[in-house]
Every structure is written in structure tokens, then in C-alpha cells.
């Protein structure tokens, strides 16, 4: 079955230090990928999708930057955080006609 | 743009009664897939029930069943003997049918869902 690890769980970084999350597929092959943020007791932000390798787009503007440099290799970075940067990321997958499928996310604290 | 709504931000129920959550979700789509998920407590999402658009049966997984209503474009899912660990987010969400290299999943805004005892 598809699995995504993502890593690390929990991370404190302080105010403009750089960010580097990633997350890795298994199972599948050409998967489209997501990050996602989630505040707390919050929906789901989709912040960025990929169809394939250095294929990404942006759903709102932001800090944050995204790259594909492998198949099932998916990165979220900034150059440097703001506190605003603070919350739950989600990486997800997803095969045609199949139902997206989700890391454990990461719980990122801004300080 | 499809949109996904989901009208009660918390919700409560008896342990061993039964619940159920509202989604509408709007699209000029007629193929499309729509789903259920759960975010417990340590946050990871768990698929919960998944409704083809073409299939006029609604599905269900065991003590969970939806009420799928095309026309009215309404998704809505029913807790039954309702459980201390059924307690968290509850998502909805819409995914077109369509044979494209890409179909984002959008999620509606969650339903809280406590759990009395």
C-alpha cells in the first residue's frame, strides 16, 4: 500500500533561520503531491501541489517554497521563517481515481 | 471553482447514540469522487469513507454511513453506536473524476466532533 514519510514531527526554529521539511513516498510511482498547513482547530491551506518532477504550483502567496527533485520526493523550505510560518504541515499523495493519502504531518513552532 | 462546505464547525454526541455531519459541496462536474476523513488528536488523517458520484448507492463502512444526494449536492455522514475514539476532525472533501494528470482534493473547513460518555 502507498505510505508518505514525513519528517521531523515537531520542530522549533527561531525567526529567520531556514526551513527544510520532507517528505518521501512509498508503494506508488507518479504520485501528484501536496503540503498543506493546517492552524490549529483549523480546515486544511493547500500551499502547494506537483504533477511531477520540478513541476510545482503555488496556491497563495506566501514565504514558503516548494520543490520535486525526485519522483516521490517532495521538499517545503523557506529561506527565512516569520512567526506567521507557525503550524501544522501535511504532506499528502495521490493517485488517479484514488483518495489522497497522508504523512503524519509536522508541527512547526516559530519562535 | 468546486467548493466544499461544511456548516457546524463542533458537534456532540452520546456515547452510543448516533451523529451525523453535513457537507454540501458545489461543482458543475457530474463525475466526481467524495470522501470523508478523520483527524484524531494526533493529527494524522485517516480515510473514512469514499462515494463514487456515479454510484446512486450510498456507501457505508461499517458503523459509518453517508447520504449522498447528487441533485441537492449534499454528502453527509452518519456516526452510528457512537464511540469515545470517534472523537475528532471530521473532513469532507470533493475530488473531480476527470482523466487529467492533475485533480486537487479540496477540503472542507472540518467538523469538531466531541464524544460524551
Known amino acids: 500500500s502507498q505510505t508518505i514519510h514525513q519528517w521531523p514531527a515537531t520542530l522549533v526554529q527561531p525567526v529567520g533561520s531556514p526551513l527544510s521539511l520532507e517528505c518521501t513516498v512509498e508503494?506508488?510511482?507518479?504520485?501528484?503531491l501536496y503540503w498543506y498547513r493546517q492552524a490549529a482547530g483549523r480546515g486544511l491551506q493547500l500551499l502547494f501541489y506537483?504533477?511531477?518532477?520540478?513541476?510545482i504550483s503555488s496556491e497563495v502567496p506566501q514565504n514558503l517554497s516548494a520543490s520535486r527533485p525526485q519522483d516521490r520526493q517532495f521538499i517545503l523550505s523557506s529561506k527565512k521563517l516569520l512567526l506567521s510560518d507557525s503550524g501544522f504541515y501535511l504532506c499528502?499523495?495521490?493517485?488517479?481515481?484514488?483518495?489522497?493519502?497522508f504523512g503524519q504531518g509536522t508541527r512547526l513552532t516559530v519562535v | 471553482a468546486q467548493t466544499v462546505t461544511q456548516s457546524q464547525p463542533e458537534m456532540s454526541v452520546q456515547e452510543a447514540e448516533t451523529v451525523t455531519l453535513s457537507c454540501t459541496y458545489d461543482t458543475s462536474e457530474s463525475d466526481y469522487y467524495l470522501f470523508w476523513y478523520k483527524q484524531p488528536p494526533s493529527r494524522q488523517m485517516i480515510l473514512v469513507i469514499r462515494?463514487?458520484?456515479?454510484?446512486?448507492q450510498n456507501a457505508t463502512e461499517n458503523r459509518f454511513s453517508v447520504n449522498f444526494q447528487k441533485a441537492a449536492k449534499s454528502f453527509s455522514l452518519k456516526i452510528s453506536d457512537s464511540q469515545l475514539g470517534d472523537a475528532a476532525m471530521y473532513f469532507c472533501?470533493?475530488?473531480?473524476?476527470?482523466?487529467?494528470?492533475?485533480?486537487?482534493?479540496?477540503f472542507g473547513p472540518g467538523t469538531s466532533l466531541s464524544v460524551i460518555p
Open positions: 506537483s504533477v511531477g518532477i520540478g513541476q
Open positions: 462515494q463514487e458520484a456515479y454510484k446512486q
Open positions: 499528502a499523495g495521490q493517485r488517479a481515481h484514488t483518495e489522497a493519502f
Open positions: 508503494g506508488t510511482s507518479n504520485p501528484n
Open positions: 472533501a470533493y475530488r473531480s473524476a476527470r482523466r487529467t494528470s492533475y485533480d486537487k482534493v479540496i
